[in-house]
């Protein structure tokens, strides 16, 4: 079965600190890749996606992603991190062999960003 | 040009009581899914509709939770007699077309039950 695994659950940095967050998928197929964030009380928005092409992608608000292949891992980054960026983070997978765009999320990293 | 939109934001309910939620998708959307995020977890998909038709609900619970999405009006997921662990964000997304492409999200529905 797929899964996402997301390994820090709480990060608490300060402002202006550099931002990485884990994310590993278990499916020996061709998938796509999205990092989502859930600002609070608001819905999930889509930080960045990798279907194919360049492995380094750039999203929004100076995010970035890495898609490693070999490692089944697709990390988020962030050079410098905000009070505003105070949000949980949710990586997901999408299988194309799978019907349609179902998504497989992590459990989510939740950031805490201290101004 | 609206985004996926979820009605009610919050919704409580007694034990055995039916629970409905609606999602209206974006215009144009003709692809829907539903996901569940319990306390302390991440969101887990529950099923996928297209217009008239459920393509996958492999991550339905068997009893008491159906879902549909009618070729007029909104996809509805219904959750009868429910029960305390049923509490939880319902999450509703919606897509332009299947296979390679990007999911929009509702602002959910936050189900408690009392």
Not at chain 2, 12 to 30: D, T
Request: positive net charge; aromatic residues 12%.
């Amino acid at each position: 079965a797929q899964s996402v695994s997301q390994h820090n659950h709480h990060v608490i940095l300060s402002e202006a600190a550099s931002l990485e967050l884990g994310c590993n998928y278990s499916y020996g197929g061709t998938v796509n890749l999205f990092w989502y964030v859930q600002y609070p009380g608001q819905h999930l928005q889509l930080l960045l996606k990798y279907f194919s092409g360049d492995p380094l992608v750039k999203g929004i608000k100076g995010f970035e992603a890495e898609f490693i292949k070999s490692k089944f891992s697709f990390n988020l980054r962030k050079p410098s991190v905000q009070w505003s960026d105070t949000a949980e983070y949710f990586c997901a997978v999408n299988a194309r062999a799978n019907q349609g765009g179902k998504l497989i999320f992590g459990q989510g990293t939740e950031l805490s960003v201290k101004p | 040009n609206a985004g996926v939109m979820q009605n009610p934001r919050h919704l409580v309910r007694r034990r055995g009581q039916e629970a409905r939620l609606r999602c209206s998708p974006m215009k144009g959307h003709s692809h829907v899914y539903w996901y569940r995020q319990l306390p302390e977890e991440g969101l887990k998909f529950m099923v996928y509709l297209q217009k008239e038709n459920i393509i996958d609900e492999s991550g339905m619970p068997k009893e008491r939770f159906s879902a549909e999405f009618p070729k007029e009006g909104p996809s509805i997921l219904r959750i009868q007699q429910v029960v305390r662990g049923d509490s939880a964000a319902y999450f509703c997304a919606s897509s332009d077309r299947t296979g390679v492409s990007e999911a929009f999200f509702g602002q959910g529905t936050r189900l408690t039950v009392v």
